[in-house]
């Protein structure tokens, strides 16, 4: 069942030099309990877009909605209520300075009118989720990156949303910390059942935690599809632009690059020692980035091989049931 579905969207914002068109034709849908990604470079319109989910942006043409209800047809007070569901994370923490960790995690639910005890009751439960229930008196400047944005999470699940949309809620934090983060946002949607809606560049990110994911590019979107399968065979420029690293491809005379997907071959498995013993050809290994996930293998790896063998190299990918994809 569809949680957000959006049809048709166009977002055109109209400035002193004139109008800028944010995003086009947008058609998305994002099932319950889905971890969905949206991913593009900087101002190819994903901040947009996910701000026209809630409606903090109205859309200029198109519809969104939400649990089946079309938000622009919705009373004010509906609008409310429906952002209530959608809890909000962003790159920058949005913490409120003043307040201590758990009067930040309290705020929204003021907001909505819950007497001071079981706001605090609640704020409490979520610090423990967080595993921050030991800061809970601390304010945000004597809380390192990752604890202010665990906070920020913490808040965001105050009114118990059913969405929770994440705005480059990585970016500014170390590789370490991220991980960690995403750690804690994959348990948050496995035990609380909360649809993720993540906001990012970082092809690391989509890899680590979506099963879903839009590439965005100039304002549309270019791609969509499972995560396993646009990392194995992108079919768009961006979506190649942002899996593959750059210069890892480079032509030499009388040879194919070809790029290997692992996505559960066993991590034992000595594919490029059996690829030449078996082929007979040499193997020039241009780029890897593998990782060993619970015995498995995960990542790409970039090679080279001569013309007169691609066949032959082709044949034993196909014969041991790897995913592959020639590189021009």
Known sequence: MSVVRIENLSKT????????????????SIEEGDIFGII???????????RCINFLEIPTEGTVYFENNDLKSLTHKELLRARQ????????????EQRTAIKNICFPLEISGVDKKS????????????????????????LSGGQKQRVAIARAL?????VLLCDEATSALDPNTTRSILA????????????????????????????????????????????????????????????????????????????????????YEPVIANLIM??????????????????TAAGEMI?????TAINKVNAYFDRIGIKYKEEM
Do not use: W
């Open 119 to 142: 706001a605090e009751k609640r704020a409490r439960e979520l610090l423990d989720i967080v595993g921050l229930r030991d800061r809970e008196r601390s304010y945000p400047s004597q």
């Open 184 to 267: 804690l946002l994959k348990e948050i949607n496995r035990t609380m059942g909360v649809t993720v809606i993540i906001i990012t560049h970082e092809m690391s990110v989509i890899e680590q935690i979506c099963n879903r994911v839009a590439v965005i590019d100039k304002s549309r979107i270019v791609e969509e599809g499972n995560v396993k399968d646009i990392f194995a065979n992108p079919q768009s420029d961006m979506a190649k632009q942002l899996i593959l690293p750059k210069n890892a491809i480079h032509s030499l005379d009388d040879y194919k690059a070809v790029r290997i997907v692992f996505d559960g071959l066993s991590s």
């Open 278 to 295: 078996e082929c007979n050809v040499p193997v020039n290994i241009m780029y890897a980035n593998t990782k060993d996930v619970n015995g």
């Open 13 to 28: 914002f109209h400035t002193a030099n004139g109008d800028v068109q944010a995003l086009r034709n947008i058609d998305l």
């Open 303 to 307: 090679i080279q091989v001569p013309d």
């Open 158 to 162: 105050a009114t118990n949303p059913k």
């Open 85 to 96: 569901s959608m809890g909000m994370i962003f790159q920058g923490f949005n913490l409120l």
């Open 40 to 50: 593009g470079l900087s101002g190819a319109g994903k901040s947009t877009l996910v």
